[in-house]
């Protein structure tokens, strides 16, 4: 059992869809992450939260929207996405954004479908 | 920059045989270096780490990369491969002064096929 837990499992959406992620962890992790995983992919970095405030933000295209209303829940928003946007989500927890002796501990993930 | 790459997408052993997926690591400070496991239609879960603590370092389900400075290498071990450890490894390096803020690069995986 993963102890970040992600939800929904599957989602499927139209481009013209609003759709949101969500990620809850309760092991007092002060650090959330979002990564977007393609097939056969490594998972690519999308945005940092550290104590509750945007560290990180890749680059990624504004029709992803990030969310921390507390330390323990982090929401990705989606909207007009575009098929090449259909990847796996998965969302990480770690005490510390950046320290060693704090790995990464992740959820099993969104498999995201847009149509 | 640091970086991680993980040489050969596909490694197939027999069950029982010894495990070795190869990661070499670039770094332009001490790194500290990971090895995740994705099992199909899960997250990533923490094999084991080095943090400068030990050369050889032991992790869940039996795995060991033992760290080589002079070979700029973290290869990971296993003795006797089972049917379970089938799933994707990925090599991932972090360092708290370089471009990566501290967090994971991930080098590209490495798929694991164990045979009966």
């Known amino acids: 059992d993963t102890e970040v837990t992600q939800t929904p499992k599957h989602l499927v959406m139209g481009m013209t869809n609003k759709k949101s992620l969500k990620c809850e962890q309760h092991m007092g992790h002060r650090a959330m992450y979002w990564y977007k995983q393609k097939a056969k992919k490594p998972p690519e970095l999308m945005f940092v939260?550290?104590?509750?405030?945007?560290?990180i933000n890749e680059s990624v295209p504004s029709r992803f929207s990030p969310e921390c209303p507390n330390s323990s829940l982090l929401n990705l928003h989606l909207h007009a996405l575009q098929p090449e946007d259909s990847a796996l989500y998965l969302c990480?927890?770690?005490?510390?954004?950046?320290?060693?002796?704090?790995?990464?501990?992740f959820g099993n993930g969104t498999r995201l479908t847009v149509t | 920059a640091q970086s991680v790459t993980q040489l050969g997408s596909h490694v197939s052993v027999s069950e029982g045989a010894l495990v070795l997926l190869r990661c070499n690591y670039s770094s332009s400070v001490p790194p500290y270096l990971f090895w995740y496991v994705q099992y199909p239609n899960q997250g990533l879960q923490l094999l084991l780490k080095?943090?400068?603590?030990?050369?050889l370092v032991k992790g869940i389900n039996g795995f060991e990369a033992e760290f080589k400075k002079s070979e700029t290498s973290f290869h990971l071990t296993k003795p006797s491969a089972h049917m379970s450890d089938a799933a994707e490894y990925f090599c991932a390096v972090s360092d708290l002064y370089g471009g990566s803020q501290g967090n994971l690069i991930f080098g590209k995986g490495t798929k694991l096929s164990v045979k009966p």
């Open positions: 990480a927890s770690s005490q510390q954004q950046g320290s060693s002796n704090s790995p990464l501990h």
């Open positions: 080095y943090t400068s603590a030990a050369t």
């Open positions: 939260y550290s104590y509750e405030k945007l560290s």
